[in-house]
């Protein structure tokens, strides 16, 4: 059913509105279901128009010109510039998404000590507060803490060095080797968070290669059918579910089967996956 709904048009559920049109690339306009059980008692929307508009700039020119009247996916600079439209409000609250940075189960990173020292070689604190300004907050897992099935006992990693480089050590991973960095274009905090990490990196020994590529690129970087040889060694990424379930938001970042679904990395365990089949 999920992944039916995912690319049929004729949409499915008994809510107030019905799909007029669909197209995963452009978007869906949802025009108001005259029969709707609970009726329509009230003001409300003839219809909806959800764009697919990936360039910040664009989303930022809609919004700004009126031709738009809701934009998500703001960067910073870009809040804080609309912040001075009084005829704009800016709406900030923690959802379902978690950013992260993805790693590949190959090469240099094929071991889970070479991953666990990434993870704490990672400079939290520094994108939380330099990066973010305050208006972002650590990860307890991949999990957003709005999810439910959100466990706040999950471990969570601080920045460390020395306990990175002694797993790097311990993962054979030598001195001056190679860790390249996929980040799509247009991406300020992306781009920052890459620059920060990879200092951390370089401290540790080894050479970070940030890779910043168009957008077209990255999605077939991270969808597309290349082994995990050829890819990257670490995605600038992020994760939301389709809807409020932890199953939902880990399955496509880890499970065997969503190679070309969210797991970019190529990640395969048969206890996470026995976990997410019971």
Known sequence: ??????????????????????????????????????????????????????????????????????????????????????????????????????????????????????????????????????????????????????????????TDLDRARALLQRAGVAEGTTISYALPVGNREATAIAELFASNLAALGLEPDIQVVDFATYIDLSFGDLPAEERPNLFSFFWSPDYNDAWNHLWPQVSCAAWQAGNVGQFCNERVEALLEE
């Open 1 to 158: 059913g999920h992944d039916w709904a995912q690319t049929h048009s004729d949409g499915i559920g008994t809510g107030p509105y019905r799909l007029a049109s669909f197209n995963p690339e452009e978007g869906v306009v949802l025009e108001r279901y005259p029969e709707y059980w609970r009726g329509w008692a009230g003001e409300h929307f003839s219809d909806v128009a959800i764009r697919v508009v990936t360039e910040p700039e664009s989303r930022r020119a809609l919004i700004e010109s009126g031709s738009a009247d809701i934009a998500t996916t703001m960067s910073l600079t870009t809040t804080r510039a609309l912040e001075a439209n009084r005829e704009l409000r800016i709406d900030r609250r923690f959802t379902l998404a978690v950013s992260y940075v993805a790693m590949t189960v190959a090469g240099p990173l094929r071991s889970p000590e070479a991953r666990q020292a990434l993870c704490w070689a990672f400079p939290y604190d520094d994108v939380i507060d330099g990066v973010f300004e305050g208006f972002a907050k650590r990860a307890v897992g991949p999990v957003a803490e709005l999810c439910q099935g959100f466990n706040p006992d999950t471990f969570v990693y601080s």
